[in-house]
């Protein structure tokens, strides 16, 4: 019997490091969990560095983290429900910009009680999202070149109703008073982000929708055999990210007490990108997942105030983010292949 018969020399295709269940294991654990352990290190590294640890380690601290990502947050999770069923929505920056203004001004110039105002941010959004899906799905348009264009015009709209002006003033206290406070050291707004995640994850892992939408984003053409309803289904996304795009509109205001007509594709859509691809590098490798986008975005965080308390300028958030997301597709892309999911790159 030879060496290779006897399993002393690694023969084709058998890895040098062995193939243990063990081992197996330990790469299993790590492809999942690489980026939590990454988070966790960056987190013991900042709070242990000289230069950085007197700051980075305190309570307000990581209090400021949470709350700063908040809206962020739920602008990501608005970007991945239509990226699972294989689209895009650059939309939803513009969306959240918008709904910002739409409560903003309700309240400030047309004097719309809180709820009623919220109710109408929310309707808009998903009008937008509706809009979206319609020229998506039935219309047959590349869904980049759909939410883009609808993202410009929205952004146009913005500039043209504020003049470029903030709406600093009506903003009642009993808006902002609702995120800006704690419940049991954690803030408001955190525990709203939490609430939408939550939603987004059992609308995603417990409903027939979930698994009809996961379906579409693998192989649409097998989905439309097997009966799946593949335009409402692509339609329903949509109208899904514009509403939670919205939510984070209207937390934003509720945060800051004043609609800003800021730019959302520079301003949201981005980070929440980045943290879409790479939070689809963990948790469920190769699928985008919505308690990966959340550790994605605390990682991109965390890694970015440490930064800045290290001293680097402010541009090092544009390029981390950019990066982030290049490299975060190529890996989502390559974990995608190997677990035989469609990703949309």
Not at 187 to 202: K, Q, S, T
Not at 247 to 257: C, I
Not at 260 to 289: D, E, K, M, S, W
Not at 321 to 334: C, D, E, F, I
Request: hydrophobic share 55%; charged share 10%; glycine share 12%.
């Amino acid at each position: 019997m030879t060496e290779r018969q006897q399993g002393t020399v690694p023969g084709r295709g058998q890895s040098l490091l062995g193939d243990s269940p063990s081992t197996k294991l330990a790469l299993r654990l790590v492809e999942r969990f690489g980026l939590v352990i990454l988070l966790l290190g960056v987190i013991v590294f900042f709070s242990a560095w000289s230069k950085t640890g007197l700051y980075f380690h305190t309570r307000t601290n990581f209090r400021n983290i949470v709350s700063n990502e908040s809206v962020i947050a739920v602008v990501a999770l608005a970007s991945v429900l239509p990226l699972i069923g294989g689209n895009f929505d650059l939309s939803v920056g513009a969306t959240a910009v918008f709904a910002d203004i739409v409560a903003g001004a309700a309240m400030s110039h047309h004097h719309i009680p809180v709820g009623v105002a919220v109710l109408l941010a929310l309707a808009f959004g998903a009008a937008i999202g509706l809009v979206n899906g319609l020229v998506v799905a039935k219309a047959g348009v590349n869904a980049l070149i759909a939410t883009l264009g609808s993202a410009t015009v929205i952004q146009g709209l913005v500039q043209w109703y504020t003049n470029g002006l903030p709406i600093a003033t009506g903003i009642p206290g009993s808006l902002t008073n609702v995120v800006t406070h704690r419940w049991l050291g954690v803030p408001r707004i955190a525990v709203f982000m939490i609430v939408a995640a939550g939603i987004a994850w059992y609308v995603l892992a417990q409903t027939p929708y979930g698994r009809y939408l996961q379906s579409v984003g693998s192989n649409r053409a097998a989905a439309r055999l097997v009966g799946i309803h593949v335009d409402r289904v692509v339609v329903i996304s949509f109208v899904l990210a514009g509403t939670f795009a919205a939510v984070a509109g209207v937390l934003q205001l509720a945060e800051n007490g004043t609609a800003v007509p800021q730019n959302g594709l520079a301003i949201y859509l981005l980070p929440a990108l980045a943290a879409a691809f790479l939070g689809a590098t963990t948790i469920r490798p190769g699928r985008f997942n919505v308690l990966g986008t959340l550790v994605a975005i605390f990682f991109i965080a965390c890694t970015v105030q440490g930064l800045n308390y290290a001293g680097v300028t402010s541009w090092v958030q544009d390029v981390f983010n950019g990066t982030a997301l290049v490299l975060a597709v190529a890996l989502t892309a390559l974990l995608g292949r190997r677990s035989g999911g469609r990703v949309v790159t």
